[in-house]
């Protein structure tokens, strides 16, 4: 899967499509949710974006921009979501930063196999807790393929193309 | 009202709902507008977004969180807005800084009594008029009750909730 | 053209006008192709995004909101565009900085003569690729003219309205 996206290479893309508003809407929410679930310290629901069989990467720019695998994080199966999830809450009694995404809009590109393919900037702001100070965390744009079993939307894949190639904390929370 | 917005815990709701392209579209405008109007130096405007007996409240996550009653502004009608808006106008002759809110897609919670819950992620970037830097001022969340009397969205309610525990000038122009 | 868009003083117009989903969602698709193109390292694609009798102008809102024709930058016609892009191209073969714009929700404020008038905050975030870290490089707000020639958006008009002074590099990419 990461693979047919990466080859499809994105970013040759220029023109998003046009859906209907129902479409439109339903993909809205969800990236909204997704960003709200992290931000508002609910990441027991950040696994539930995605579906069992999916793919969640997080690559720098240069990186994925040269086709290379690597990444800061990659897990293909939402059981490695909810392990993180779980590692994450057992590590972290207190968290030291706040996360605030801010996104912009979400640029229909086509569909493969009933699955949208979207892409959304997104800057995300860290507040620390210990000082008040807001800085930028990081800024890139996400690379979906959005899947609607059950008239549901779930993430099939996101890769989270960052534009830094370094990340400068142990990345404890997911972008 | 915000007792029962504080309450209503919104923070748990994670799912947004779907509403009609109209209705979308008029808060989408709404909550645009506000921002123009603050980052525009309109803010004569301002008040107009409320009702008459608004909530108008800037409070910290961390005290949000705790349900704590205090914030760094705490306004219960809109009189209080307007003398505000004559306050800030007769101190400051020249205004130091600008704003630019820039704001993620709006979530549609629910509805009580004909008002919208609504909220909405917000980057604040605070621009120095003497020597041009850009900085982050706030990064929070809108929580909002929105009504619509006569048809026209108004705030019943917007409580600010900033990602971090201090905002480092004296709020001289709302959020 | 721009002296009109000036001489109509935008930031008076405070309210919104709404608009069918078909047009704005073209226009919405149309803002964020546009940063996209910008973003994803596809320049050549920029000057597409305007008719060929267009005006693309940088300027400070302190000049802009005096009236003063003066500006970072100022494009007549899509030559120029073209000429500018080549330019960079011919300059730089790496490119030291990433660019990220996220966009606020357009406001559309009105028509003439078969254009909308619109407006659109944004936020653009820079990247450093030598160590990595991300700064805001502008704020501020798109002033837009959007003509609509084979029933294709394309920008009659484009005035960048930095909420700073100074732009602290060459601006070699637009924004």
């Excluded at 990461?2 to 809205?28: M, W």
């Excluded at 679930?37 to 579906?51: M, V």
């Excluded at 921009?65 to 993180?84: A, E, Q, T």
């Amino acid at each position: 899967m990461s693979d047919v996206l990466q080859n499809s290479s994105s970013s040759s893309i220029v023109t998003s499509v046009a859906v209907s508003y129902e479409v439109k809407a339903q993909v809205d929410r969800f990236m909204a949710d997704y960003a709200a679930a992290i931000d508002n310290d609910r990441l027991e629901l950040w696994p539930d974006f995605f579906i069992d069989d999916c793919i969640y990467k997080v690559i720098a720019r240069s990186d994925y921009d040269k086709g290379r695998p690597v990444g800061f994080m990659y897990c293909d199966n939402r059981r490695m979501l909810l392990d993180r999830v779980a590692s994450i809450r057992s590590v972290n009694v207190f968290h030291p930063h706040h996360y605030r995404h801010v996104l912009g809009p979400t640029r229909i590109l086509g569909e493969r196999a009933g699955a949208l393919l979207a892409e959304t900037s997104f800057i995300v702001a860290r507040t620390s807790v210990a000082d008040g100070t807001t800085m930028i965390f990081s800024a890139g744009r996400y690379v979906d393929a959005i899947a609607f079993p059950n008239a549901t939307a779930k993430l099939e894949s996101r890769i989270v193309v960052t534009d830094s190639d370094s990340i400068d904390m142990l990345l404890v929370l997911p972008i």
